[in-house]
């Protein structure tokens, strides 16, 4: 571990690298849920039958970016934390935040996702589309749920890392 995290590292180089991984995966959430899912609602796609399909692809994508940011952001915070510099030490909390990012990300795609698309293919090709399962409004209701404590850790992770350096400078 001394190799990858010497005195040399420069923390400023971490911090904007977490700053980058989170503003990216936060603009990028923002971006699906309240432009592009509500586009797709309100053009009816919702009703179509390869629409469970399609959803799976962009929240496949979406999800293996998730996981990259998450891991991105908890690698910053594990070498900053280890890098024994006391200008961006980030607190203990600020690790924990970034385990619980991780866990959020690693549920909705190996969790959510694929449930989620599950219910609601429909496999048989005669019948027309049913009604919305009320098991997907649960998942839903979930995946809203992950999404605003998503929000709000990310959110405490940049207050924990960057809210003194405001003050200081």
């Known amino acids: 571990m001394a190799a990858i995290v010497s005195k040399n590292n420069n923390p400023l180089q971490w911090s904007t690298l977490i700053l980058c991984a989170i503003g990216f995966w936060i603009s990028g959430s923002l971006v699906l849920d309240l432009i592009i899912m509500p586009g797709l609602y309100s053009a009816g796609m919702m009703n179509q039958p390869g629409f469970a ?22 690698t910053g ?26 866990g959020i990300a690693l549920i909705d795609t190996y969790g959510l996702t694929p449930q989620m698309s599950a219910l609601g293919l429909n496999l048989n090709l005669f019948e027309p589309t049913a009604e919305i399962p009320s098991e997907m409004i649960q998942m839903q209701s979930g995946y809203w749920a992950l999404e605003f404590m998503k929000i709000a850790t990310c959110g405490a992770i940049l207050k924990l890392c960057y809210g003194d350096r405001g003050s200081a400078q």
Do not use: D, H, K, Y
């Not at 909390?93 to 991780?102: D, P, S, V």
């Open 53 to 74: 399909s399609a959803g799976f692809s962009i929240f496949w994508a979406f999800n293996r970016l998730e996981l990259l940011c998450a891991s991105v952001a908890l």
């Open 77 to 102: 915070i594990l070498v900053l934390n280890q890098a024994q510099t006391e200008t961006m030490r980030p607190p203990r909390l600020a690790m924990i935040l970034g385990l619980i990012l991780l």
